[in-house]
């Protein structure tokens, strides 16, 4: 369900989100160690957290839909209701807005549990922007592989086992 949002940029009368969510993932080799880093800014700029996760030996397609999967839940244990989520990454918008088909069947159960995620909120939006205003997550999807390590915010999954419960399903 879409709601309109009460707040409005009045510059331009365009909707503001509560959140601005920067996402990121990536993978060394394709399929290689991969991670992925979600930073997160309140609709004024405060910086209200950022983590990462190690996904162990992935694609950089299925890094990018953890990115996205981990900034859905993260924002739905927050209790924010309007987001608005950027990434580099031109596939998974163009798909995630049904721009473009998921074939692949691995990214089809990512694909899904992020779309599903995505209905318990007023309002999602998902962006495309250049990787050079997107440095903050992907410094962070760096530093999960660079450290074969996660930092997630406290009461999180681990996207790993998110993705081993979608394998067996």
Same mark, same amino acid.
């Given at each position: 369900?879409?709601? %309109?949002?009460?707040?409005?940029?009045?510059?331009?009368? &365009?909707?503001?989100?509560?959140?601005?969510?920067?996402?990121?993932?990536?993978?060394?080799?394709?399929?290689?160690?991969? $991670?992925?880093?979600?930073?997160?800014?309140?609709?004024?700029?405060?910086?209200?957290?950022?983590?990462?996760?190690?996904?162990?030996?992935?694609?950089?397609?299925?890094?990018?839909?953890?990115?996205l999967?981990?900034?859905?839940?993260?924002?739905?244990h927050?209790?924010?209701?309007?987001?608005?989520?950027?990434?580099?990454?031109?596939?998974?918008?163009?798909?995630?807005? $049904?721009?473009?088909?998921?074939?692949?069947?691995?990214?089809? %159960?990512?694909?899904?549990?992020c779309? #599903?995620?995505? %209905?318990?909120?007023?309002? &999602?939006? &998902?962006?495309?922007?250049?990787?050079?205003?997107?440095? #903050?997550?992907?410094?962070?999807?760096?530093?999960?592989?660079?450290?074969?390590?996660?930092?997630?915010?406290? $009461?999180?999954?681990?996207?790993?086992?998110?993705?081993?419960?979608?394998?067996?399903?």
């Amino acid at each position: 369900m879409m709601l %309109r949002w009460r707040v409005r940029d009045r510059r331009r009368g &365009v909707p503001l989100p509560e959140v601005k969510i920067f996402i990121d993932g990536g993978a060394r080799g394709n399929p290689g160690p991969s $991670g992925y880093g979600v930073y997160v800014v309140a609709s004024d700029g405060t910086h209200l957290g950022s983590y990462f996760g190690y996904l162990g030996v992935q694609t950089n397609n299925v890094a990018e839909y953890h990115a996205l999967l981990a900034a859905l839940e993260h924002a739905g244990h927050s209790g924010w209701q309007r987001l608005w989520i950027g990434s580099d990454s031109e596939l998974l918008v163009k798909q995630f807005r $049904g721009e473009y088909r998921v074939k692949n069947e691995g990214l089809k %159960r990512l694909y899904d549990r992020c779309r #599903e995620l995505a %209905r318990h909120f007023e309002e &999602v939006s &998902v962006g495309y922007l250049p990787r050079k205003r997107n440095a #903050e997550a992907d410094a962070l999807a760096n530093r999960a592989m660079n450290l074969c390590s996660s930092e997630l915010p406290p $009461g999180a999954s681990d996207t790993g086992d998110v993705l081993a419960a979608l394998e067996g399903s």
